[in-house]
């Protein structure tokens, strides 16, 4: 079965950085859009990061020009870089992988890993 694993979170002040970071088994990576959503309490789920086959890249406004997607499809892992953070950017962070299969599209989903922003 699928499993996407995510690293990285933790406690980190204002303006610091964060690298998460996403190992997937059983679907590779370079072949599907791969993203990372994050959800803070009482908050709705939000798309912070998308990454297609193709390579390309969106961004929630929210976080462009200080967040990184990537991947490295060696090691089968896809990147979220986390510069400038900010209190409003503390939730939990999980990483997303759909792909199609019978002409439908499938969404995996990570456990998630917390992330915490101090002022």
């Known amino acids: 079965q699928v499993q996407l694993v995510e690293s990285g979170g933790g406690l980190v002040q204002a303006g610091g950085s964060l690298r998460l970071s996403c190992v997937a088994s059983r679907i590779i990576v370079g072949s599907n859009t791969m993203a990372w959503y994050r959800q803070a309490p009482g908050k709705q789920r939000e798309l912070v990061a998308r990454?297609?086959?193709?390579?390309?890249?969106n961004y929630a406004d929210s976080v462009k020009g200080r967040f990184t997607i990537s991947r490295d499809n060696a090691k089968n892992t896809v990147y979220l870089q986390m510069n400038s953070l900010k209190p409003e950017d503390t939730a939990v962070y999980t990483c997303?992988?759909?792909?199609?299969?019978?002409?439908?599209?499938?969404?995996?989903w990570g456990q998630g890993t917390q992330v915490t922003v101090s002022s």
């Open positions: 997303n992988a759909v792909r199609l299969q019978g002409g439908q599209p499938y969404n995996y």
């Open positions: 990454i297609t086959s193709g390579a390309n890249t």
